[in-house]
């Protein structure tokens, strides 16, 4: 059945026949499905009084180690933002009593980022209608095709320097 996206490449075809649009078909595809798929996810975050963004920092946090601490500098690592970014987000996340920022016992100019007894609270709340959102939202493929797709994500990620080293 064809779909949006089938419907830009024909009209590309007819009108420039002399361009290849193919790559129009991936591209154009996961740009659509990152916007409903984002669409979803603010929804069920709205519903806790979350952002993407702050759930990225409560999650970080919370999966990071037993004591659910990071530098800020940790947690830039690990959600790929930029200081301002992360100065920003914790500093709403600690006006709401969700962590809080101390210096650190073993450098002196550093401080720890942890989550306090509500933000785990909230984000032990949270994680599961995520998983419940994401797995809706997946449920039009099978194991297999999400193994397939998962795997063929990180093929091309790696192909554009997304690593973790």
Do not use: C, Y
Not at 44 to 70: G, K, Q, Y
Not at 87 to 116: F, I, Y
């Amino acid at each position: 059945m064809p779909d949006h996206v089938d419907q830009i490449l024909e009209q590309w075809a007819e009108q420039r026949p002399d361009v290849d649009a193919s790559p129009m078909a991936v591209v154009g595809r996961l740009k659509r499905l990152a916007q409903l798929t984002e669409n979803e996810l603010r929804r069920n975050f709205a519903r806790h009084d979350l952002d993407s963004a702050s759930f990225d920092v409560l999650a970080t946090l919370r999966r990071s180690n037993s004591e659910h601490r990071l530098t800020p500098a940790g947690l830039m690592r690990s959600s790929m933002v930029t200081s301002g970014a992360i100065t920003q987000r914790l500093d709403r996340l600690e006006a709401r009593g969700l962590v809080s920022r101390k210096p650190s016992e073993t450098d002196g100019r550093g401080v720890q980022v942890t989550l306090t007894a509500e933000g785990l609270r909230l984000i032990d709340a949270v994680l599961p209608t995520h998983l419940e959102t994401e797995e809706r939202l997946l449920a039009g493929l099978s194991k297999t095709e999400r193994t397939q797709l998962a795997d063929t994500l990180r093929t091309l990620l790696e192909s554009l320097g997304d690593r973790t080293d």
